[in-house]
């Protein structure tokens, strides 16, 4: 069966994959993809998947399975949108000097400040629990002076 005949079966509804098929084959491709990098020494190869693994599960953690017109969903999914390229960009310029320390350290750094920078900007920021506390001077920061 070739890929045209899968495709108009799948929208006919012949055919249903179920959603853990779905999540199997995504984490089965992913972890053959990274191990094949691994075999033939590409580091650039590997990171690019993990660029890719690290985006989807940021947006479908903060999103919760639907993608909203504002939280953090929608946030997750414009940090993804913005991060993704730039990532590409700066793995596709770099050397490729197989898995050595020294070129494995920078883009793992880079990955690491990345992901604590969208789960800080996607948490849930409890307004009132801190201006009940008094650590957020809550009339200037949410009021314009008159």
Do not use: N
């Amino acid at each position: 069966m070739d890929f045209w005949r899968l495709r108009s079966c799948c929208r006919r509804g012949v055919i249903a994959p179920s959603a853990a098929l779905i999540t199997f084959a995504f984490y089965a491709a992913l972890i053959a993809g990274m191990l094949i990098a691994w075999r033939f020494h590409s580091s650039r190869i590997f990171f690019a998947l993990l660029v890719l693994f690290l985006a989807e599960r940021a947006i479908s953690y903060f999103s919760a399975g639907h993608i909203a017109a504002s939280g953090p969903g929608s946030t997750a999914l414009a940090a993804a949108g913005l991060l993704l390229p730039l990532d590409f960009v700066l793995l596709s310029v770099a050397q490729e000097k197989g898995f050595t320390f020294s070129s494995v350290a920078p883009p793992a750094l880079m990955l690491f400040v990345e992901s604590v920078m969208v789960a800080v900007l996607c948490r849930p920021i409890r307004w009132r629990a801190l201006r009940g506390r008094g650590i957020i001077p809550f009339r200037r920061i949410c009021h314009s002076p008159r």
